[in-house]
């Protein structure tokens, strides 16, 4: 067999020492463990390394305690070690390339990429609050809690609470408001620069519309979906985006982001038989007119757009499939929503190994919509629609969405059954009942309970009619 | 946890250091006629660590032993026969008493503590010394309010 020469190896080394190799949330002790198994780090350099880690660990043991005490609890140790090397891992990481961090390893220097990265920590924390401050100034009035508790009560706490020495790699805030593409992947203060610096594309974006049209959306959304748009974790900036992309393909004005019953025949009239070629090609005329008329030349924005378009992609390819192009888009009048036709009513029951395969399509669906569409297209009996419900195939606000799709019969139906011992004794008060606390065992009956109690009372007295014609 | 594990192992690798560190202790010790073999200041490092395992904290380095030493190798009851084994059981009794105070007496504070109590109210019995070392934590929590701790960071 042919011996490698050294370089040979060098070069092996340096391949198999790849930056997609190390794991960036421990890219510290990553780099070391790798740097050993491929030769390029001793055993020596590892160890003086990590001595070096440790006097640092040992200083700011005695900081923390304020010279007080040489030891301190072991959680109290992990949080401060888990800050030192979030640190080091920031020195290491702002290296030009991966050779000269592992050069660092190797002429022991923690400590000065230990300094290198607290400084990088401390200059992203000031960042992060003056784009907070910026964010607070400009922050979209509407009454969203997510929205509202994010910006006025989790930020200023993190703010408050985060220690650039001892905390650097905490991200201790409550942050409930979802961005439309987040890297949970970052952590510590570089996630929180990061959410911030998107909520703050996404807010440049929502303020080109006008504040009433933006409340509007939103009612409308709650009022489709029957439920309170104020305490669901909605992304405006999505609902925004769709509105308007919409309204621009059905030609209409980008700010009005409800679409007429006109628009949505011009929107079906666009779409009917359209190849995939063909809708690539008008997302892409659509957005860049989205663009255009709006006036947005911010290059992250535009590019932060862009990266919905797979996603807007496969939603319209989704309800264009299952015929349900109308739940994409808002209408101005909530009464133009199209009727919804019945799922399950009347229809006959499938066997074990459809009802299998159903679940699993459902289960991968990564869209709600998809979820809602498949159910639609596949389920045809209460009684596996009952079976459906208990599979836990559907999460959290997927359940609300899949009961705003039914009939009132339908609905009595359901409520029939979780309110069977109600009704032993007579016929069933709906609303007075939905103004009780009712405690559910079963999970989809504590979703529909919920459901129930977002309608309003005229709907709940049909529902309440069928019920009790039901049990005649 | 995975960076605590190698700490731990980093610990280990200075054990002769510390070791070595705890020796020089013999000097101060030999005044009062104590002092301790290498074996005994190696099993006095183990039982140490395994104390630390079970109340849960992390020490580095030796300041701690080295002023247990230090304050006790003056007692008047303590032997050279029970002096190792007197010396193992403080380290014990020193790291219990850090949660119990929930971190709020000093290394050298507490330390002073135990001491005047061993010399004075106990008349040297550990058994004594544990026993009011558990009332005056009660008194110091109560005193001091619990959980609200004054040792904090930057």
Known sequence: ?472 | MLSLMILNSINNAQKKQSINEILQMNVESRKHGFELTEKEVEQMLEARDNCLQNVGRLELGTDVSKSIIYYFSSSAYITQQEYSAIINELHEVFYYMKNETEDRIGDDELIKIMKDFFENACGGSMELLKGKLQIFAEDFRKNNGQSNLSIKGE
């Not at chain 1, 990088?120 to 992060?128: H, I, M, P, T, Y």
């Not at chain 1, 190849?275 to 932060?304: A, F, G, H, M, Q």
């Not at chain 1, 309110?419 to 069933?428: K, S, T, V, W, Y």
């Not at chain 1, 103004?435 to 979703?447: G, K, L, N, P, T």
């Open chain 1, 1 to 472: 067999m042919l011996q490698k020469s050294q370089s040979e190896i060098n070069v092996i080394n340096r391949i198999n020492l790849s930056i997609k190799s190390l794991n960036q949330n421990q890219y510290t002790l990553s780099l070391l463990k790798q740097g050993l198994r491929t030769g390029r780090i001793s055993n020596r350099e590892a160890e003086h390394f990590q001595l070096q880690i440790m006097d640092i660990l040992k200083d700011l043991i005695m900081r923390y305690t304020k010279g007080e005490s040489t030891s301190v609890k072991v959680d109290t140790a992990e949080n401060i070690i888990n800050s030192v090397l979030y640190s080091i891992d920031a020195g290491l990481k702002s290296q030009k390339e991966i050779e000269v961090a592992i050069e660092a390893i190797k002429e022991g220097l923690a400590k000065q990429m230990y300094d290198t990265g607290l400084a990088k920590v401390a200059a992203c924390f000031k960042e992060s609050q003056n784009l907070y401050l910026n964010l607070r100034k400009k922050r979209l009035k509407v009454e969203l809690e997510a929205y509202d508790c994010t910006i006025e009560e989790a930020l200023p706490a993190f703010f408050a609470k985060y220690g650039i020495v001892f905390d650097a790699h905490n991200t201790m805030a409550s942050i409930d408001y979802p961005l439309l593409f987040d890297d949970m992947s970052v952590k510590g203060i570089f996630y929180i620069r990061n959410y911030l610096r998107t909520l703050t594309l996404e807010n440049d974006f929502c303020r080109c519309f006008p504040e009433e049209e933006i409340k509007k959306i939103l009612i409308t959304f709650g009022q489709i979906y029957k439920i309170d748009y104020r305490k669901t974790l909605t992304n405006i900036f999505e609902l925004i985006l769709n509105g308007s992309f919409f309204s621009v393909l059905s030609d209409g004005i980008v700010n009005e982001l409800l679409l007429s019953s006109f628009q949505y025949e011009v929107l079906q009239r666009k779409l009917r038989g359209i190849s995939l070629r063909e809708l690539e090609l008008i997302i892409d005329k659509t957005i860049n007119k989205v663009l255009i008329d709006l006036n947005i030349s911010n290059c992250n924005l535009i590019e932060y757009i862009y990266r919905y378009k797979p996603l807007l992609k496969t939603r319209l390819l989704t309800s264009l499939e299952v015929k349900s192009l109308e739940k994409l888009v808002l209408f101005q009048d909530e009464m133009s929503t199209p009727e919804v036709e019945t799922i399950f009513i009347e229809g006959e029951r499938m066997t074990n190994q459809d009802f299998r395969r159903v679940v699993k399509n459902v289960m991968e669906a990564k869209e709600p919509m998809s979820k809602i569409g498949i159910i639609r297209s596949e389920i045809h009996s209460l009684e596996d629609f009952i079976d459906m419900l208990e599979a836990e195939a559907l999460f959290g606000d997927e359940y609300g969405l899949l009961f705003s799709e039914l009939s009132c019969l339908e609905l009595g139906l359901l409520t029939k059954v979780i309110f069977a011992d109600e009704m032993r004794d007579g016929l069933i008060n709906l609303v007075k009942i939905m103004s009780f606390r009712i405690d559910a065992d079963v999970e989809w009956h504590e979703y529909f309970i919920e459901y129930l109690k977002t309608i309003d009372t005229d709907k709940l007295r049909t529902i309440e009619d069928n019920v009790n014609e039901i049990k005649q």
